[in-house]
């Protein structure tokens, strides 16, 4: 069964670096997520890309993060300087466009710890 | 804008009891579609079931249905025959086609032996 992988599924980094964030969607889905959800609280949206743009972003989403589609394949998350607040898992996810147009295949996640 | 209300943040049932999930949302939307996350302990949020707001039918997949009452806005859950590896977080979420997610709080389930 195809599925949704992230590397890697646990990252520690120091304050101030910059992390990159892994993600290979399922292989004929057009549209790409990443939530996050820092232990204990909601599911939080980040962003969603469509066709080698961002379509939808989050206030959480700001100028420290960015996404991109590098090779086709890969969909991957850039937080540029990481703060103690950016401690979470994140969840990379992807859907089709017909029949399960609307149901979200989420990978494991990459949970991210700030020192 | 559209919000996900679960209303109950933990419930413990006996090991093959039926245990029921409660959720509402608010929309002004017509077509739209209603999730059911579990997040078991390993923390990966896997699909339980899904119902397309269209669908007058309740989805169910084996063990789990819901109650969809579209003009009440509610989508709750009903879990049969619970078991130990039932054990988890359940997330009920709302999703305009091709739009985010938006996730109620959750509720954290327990399964007594």
């Known amino acids: 069964e195809p599925e949704v992988t992230q590397t890697p599924s646990h990252q520690v980094t120091q304050m101030g670096q910059e992390v990159i964030l892994r993600c290979v969607p399922i292989?004929?889905?057009?549209?790409f997520y990443w939530y996050r959800q820092i232990l204990g609280q909601k599911v939080e949206f980040l962003v969603s890309f469509y066709n080698n743009e961002i379509s939808e972003k989050s206030e959480i989403f700001d100028d420290q993060f960015s996404v991109e589609r590098p090779d086709g394949s890969n969909f991957t998350l850039k937080i540029r300087s990481t703060k103690l607040e950016d401690s979470a898992m994140y969840f990379c996810?992807?859907?089709?466009?017909?029949?399960?147009?609307?149901?979200?295949?989420f990978g494991e996640g990459s949970r991210l710890t700030v020192l | 804008a559209q919000t996900v209300t679960q209303s109950q943040p933990e419930m413990s049932v006996q090991e093959a009891e039926t245990v029921t999930l409660s959720c509402t949302y608010d929309t002004s939307e017509s077509n739209y579609y209603l999730f059911w996350y579990k997040q078991p302990p390993s923390r990966q949020m896997i699909l339980v079931i899904r119902?397309?707001?269209?669908k007058q039918q309740n989805a169910t997949e084996n063990r789990f249905s819901v109650n969809f009452q579209k003009a009440a806005k509610s989508f709750s859950l009903k879990i049969s025959d619970s078991q130990l590896g039932d054990t988890a977080m359940y997330f009920c979420?709302?999703?305009?086609?091709?739009?985010?997610?938006?996730w109620g709080a959750g509720t954290k389930l327990i399964i007594k032996p």
């Open positions: 119902q397309e707001a269209y």
């Open positions: 996810a992807s859907s089709g466009t017909s029949g399960n147009a609307g149901e979200l295949f």
């Open positions: 979420a709302f999703k305009r086609s091709n739009y985010q997610l938006i």
């Open positions: 292989s004929n889905h057009l549209y």
